[in-house]
């Protein structure tokens, strides 16, 4: 599995440019007008790894394959989109459809570009957006609460609901307390329990401090995970090759892109390891979430390994790397046999061997 990540912001806050820069393409229409962005654009990105290149050189694979993160470029949000306005009810379905979502905020003057409510003010902008979430999940509660409806509903989903409710009409987005929470409340499509990350676009001085702007986003929301990104560096840099990309990052003083950033925020946020497989064949990363066991990591090779699992040989990468191979590690008695109950650990080389 990889994962999904949907863009959502007000209208020209840069959603569209950050999403041309993290997926190197020209898919999104980025243009100075609210709702330029109706359908969303979709794009697929390859989670590069420096693990997987080792491997797959020293197993001397014919094919390397990276996991990948899906970035989604949702339109503008507004005022009242939990209402209808600005095609909101349209956009906020694009939402459910996301494992995390990035809250892109302002935090940039600029006479060039419009704000749609004339003035910059990024903590402001993120209560809108928020409001705006609580509104349509308080709607898809009340409706689960129905009288015509509740008769569908156990009494633990009726308590459920209700709690959640009292929380959402104070103003605040939902919390999840256990599994069983989780999979009632996602099951319905609730938008305030999704996992967030607050982007700040910022221009290209303020992207190592920060400025005002970011001051008050941070300020506001200490809770939340929160990374600056400037979306106009990330768009010049997809047009360099590496030696040029890195001169670059050098002369500004810029150390991991912003796709990296979002790349290692997100696996944190979502609770997401990496494991390997290599070989001559193929050499490929896989993630699964934290705490795996090894048979239902081994499903998502293919689902009827978790069935016939037997037994999984696993190596850590650093391991293979210094050793050169599985057969080498072996030799040096660092492979290692685990069974069903075995946790896969971020950075395992597994070979997982099966029933037949």
């Known amino acids: 599995m990889g994962f999904k990540c949907g863009i959502v912001g007000l209208p020209n806050v840069g959603k569209s440019t950050l999403f041309n820069a993290l997926t190197a393409s020209k898919n999104a229409e980025a243009a100075n007008f609210p709702f330029c962005t109706i359908d969303p654009n ?3 990105v390859d989670v590069i790894d420096e693990r997987l290149d080792q491997l797959a050189k020293l197993s001397n694979s014919k094919k390397k394959i990276y996991t990948n993160i899906t970035f989604v470029d949702i339109a503008g949000l507004v005022k009242g989109a939990s209402k209808g306005e600005g095609l909101g009810n349209k956009f906020l379905s694009h939402i459910r459809e ?3 979502i990035i809250h892109l905020v302002r935090c940039f003057d600029s006479e ?3 704000h749609v409510n004339s003035k910059i003010d990024p903590a402001a902008d993120l209560e809108t957006i928020k409001t705006e979430i609580i509104f349509s999940d308080l709607d898809i509660i009340q409706k689960k609460l129905e009288k015509s409806k509740r008769k569908l509903l156990s009494e633990k989903e009726i308590k459920i609901f209700n709690e959640k409710l009292n ?8 919390k999840i307390s256990s599994f069983e929470e989780e999979k009632l409340l996602s099951s319905i499509g609730l938008l305030s329990i999704k996992p967030k990350i607050i ?8 992207l190592i401090k920060g400025n005002n702007y970011t001051h008050q986003v941070k300020d506001k929301f200490s809770n939340e995970k929160i990374i600056n990104i400037c979306a106009d560096i990330e768009d010049q840099l997809t047009g360099l090759d590496k030696d040029e990309k890195e001169t670059f990052m050098q002369d500004i003083g810029l150390n991991k892109t912003g796709l990296n950033k979002l790349i290692k925020e997100g696996y944190d946020l979502l609770k997401l390891d990496t494991f390997f497989t290599s070989g001559p064949e193929e050499s490929r990363a896989w993630t699964v979430k934290k705490n795996t066991p090894a048979p239902k990591a081994a499903s998502v090779i293919h689902t009827d390994f978790e069935k016939n ?3 999984a040989e696993a190596v850590t990468c650093e391991d293979f790397i210094k050793y050169g191979s599985a057969e080498k590690c072996k030799e040096n008695g660092k492979l290692r046999i685990e069974g069903k109950d075995y946790i ?8 997982f061997r099966v029933n037949p």
Request: charged share 35%.
């Open 344 to 351: 896969i650990k971020d950075g395992d080389v597994l070979y």
């Open 42 to 44: 979709i794009g697929v």
């Open 309 to 311: 699992f037997i037994r």
């Open 98 to 100: 996301v494992d995390a």
């Open 199 to 206: 982007v700040c676009n910022v221009d290209e001085e303020s």
């Open 167 to 174: 929380t959402l009409n104070k103003g605040e987005e939902a």
């Open 112 to 114: 060039k570009i419009t």
